[in-house]
């Protein structure tokens, strides 16, 4: 029997536009993004987003970096979902520095060159366990010296009881949560960033399945 394909619904169009009604309202995220917006290098020069829907973080990075004095920023943001693409392009129409393509992250990355910060929210989690481990190793290969990688998450509660909860205070049940969503411990995530050669790892915020997972390049 061949092994069944791992549920996605990113694709679908309804499935973004979903998303995209109720991203603004997903509790606690500011404070998620603000914490990210810390570990982005004064030095950054190319940036690396990874599931960036519609741009929404890497827009947010990239004013940062304008306010510390460097506007326009160079920047790649990958997703597959062509009403994603479709957002993030009309976000980004007119800045010549950011390229939109189209990528599936169950297949190893395309040749992009190097960054100073790989980052992405909300998006790894949707990769089944192995794909999260390697993407994270390709990932590792990719960040200049000195760079970071900076993914806010969806993880794993360590009960099925936190789990509810965390289900009741965004909006969701178990019969209605993202039945894509693939979900993984803090721990092994931190543990799998430092054997692949990450420095300083370490989860530098949470707020219950909401997690900022750090490491930087030595
Ligand atoms: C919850 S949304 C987050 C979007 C954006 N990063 C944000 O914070 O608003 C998850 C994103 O991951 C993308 N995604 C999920 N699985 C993917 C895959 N296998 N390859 C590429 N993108 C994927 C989806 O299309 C979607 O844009």
Redesign the pocket.
Known sequence: MPATKPV?L??SNDH?RD?LER?DSISH?SEGESALLEFIPPGTRRIL??????G??LSLVREELARRGHPGTEAVA????ST?LKAARKRFAGESSVGVIA????EPLPVLGKFDAVI????IH??VHERKRALYAEICGLVNPGGVFCN?E?VASPTPRLHQEFLERIGFTVETEDP?NKLLDVETQLAWLREIGFADVDCAWKWRELALLAGRRA
Request: proline content about 0%.
């Open positions: 996605n990113w694709t973004a998303y991203a995220r987003d990874l599931g960036t829907g519609d929404r973080l990958i997703d597959f979902s994603m990528h599936n992250m169950d992405s929210s909300f998006a949707h990769l806010l969806h894509s």
